[in-house]
């Protein structure tokens, strides 16, 4: 059974919402998941791990949600040679169309930095987290079944 880390990064839950919904279709098709809050997590933790799923929002203009900083500049120094990935975030094109879900590209850019491949196109979306609670379990099982 394939071993999944999904961390993710949320101010006001909406990420940690979606992170429940993209654990579930990991597991559906048959992933073993442990789902952490990147304020809990270490990127040493990474190594334990086959596949890794980061859940992050945007802010401020275009940036990595706050708690997601310090975990991504570590990034820089480790090797996810390997190891498969992919990447989901929520955002809001009508209020910020320049910067819509940066997050997501700046890391899913860490992660082939690192040397993981990314297995399914990331996973955007806009607005309301709530309607995209099936999609988001939908895509978390296409993930499972591309590792
Ligand atoms: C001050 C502020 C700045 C934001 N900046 C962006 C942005 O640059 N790009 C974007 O797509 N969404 C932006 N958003 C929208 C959030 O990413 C969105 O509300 C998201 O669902 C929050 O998720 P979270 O609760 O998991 O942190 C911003 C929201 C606020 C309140």
Redesign the pocket.
């Given at each position: 059974m394939t071993n999944v880390v999904l961390i993710y990064g949320?101010?006001?839950?909406?990420?940690?919402e979606l992170s429940e919904h993209v654990a579930a279709g990991l597991k559906q098709a048959g992933a073993e998941v442990t789902v952490k809050n990147v304020a809990d997590a270490s990127v040493d933790e990474l190594a334990l791990y086959d596949a890794v799923v980061f859940g992050c929002?945007?802010?401020?203009?275009?940036e990595l949600?706050d708690d997601f900083v310090d975990f991504h500049e570590a990034m820089g120094g480790i090797s996810l040679e390997g190891k498969k990935a992919a990447v989901f975030g929520?955002?809001?094109?009508e209020?910020?169309p320049d910067?819509?879900?940066?997050a997501v590209g700046i890391l899913e850019d860490a992660l082939k930095k690192c040397g993981a491949e990314i297995v399914l196109e990331s996973l955007r979306v806009d607005g309301d987290?709530e309607p995209a609670f099936d999609e988001s379990e939908t895509w978390g099982s296409k993930v499972a079944e591309a590792l």
């Open positions: 949320s101010t006001t839950g909406n990420t940690e929002s945007t802010w401020g203009d275009g949600q929520p955002g809001d094109s209020d910020y910067t819509f879900c940066e987290v």
